[in-house]
């Protein structure tokens, strides 16, 4: 399985961005999918996740402001990021598991640079 995301960039506080994450490969056995985010001197941290049903869990920092999807038919996962502040700065990955959302995840990508500017 690989994963490639994109969408990240700089924009401003109070500011929107779009992220996406292609899945390529053999996709049959998963199952989750996620997006964590780390920061410099930070530990990663599990922004938002989805299952193949479409059960989702948020962070308490992103409820109310991101939104995760996946479009199983494209491969395709996104998030949506709204309202974005200087905090949420921080690369951001998509990983993909055959397993739960709590439960580690077996595929990683390399990552996109969001970088929110006050």
């Known amino acids: 399985v690989q994963l490639v995301e994109s969408g990240g960039g700089l924009v401003q506080a109070g500011g929107s961005l779009r992220l996406s994450c292609a899945a390529s490969g053999s996709l049959f056995a998963i199952n989750a999918m996620a997006w964590y985010r780390q920061a410099p001197g930070k530990e990663r941290e599990l922004v938002a996740a989805i299952s193949r049903g479409g059960s989702t869990y948020y962070a308490d920092s992103v409820k109310g402001r991101f939104t995760i999807s996946r479009d199983n038919a494209k491969n395709t996962l996104y998030l949506q990021m709204n309202s974005l502040t200087p905090e949420d700065t921080a690369m951001y990955l998509c990983?993909?598991?055959?397993?739960?959302?709590?439960?580690?995840?077996?595929?990683w990508g390399p990552g996109t640079q969001v970088t929110v500017s006050s």
């Open positions: 990983a993909a598991g055959v397993g739960n959302y709590y439960e580690e995840y077996d595929y």
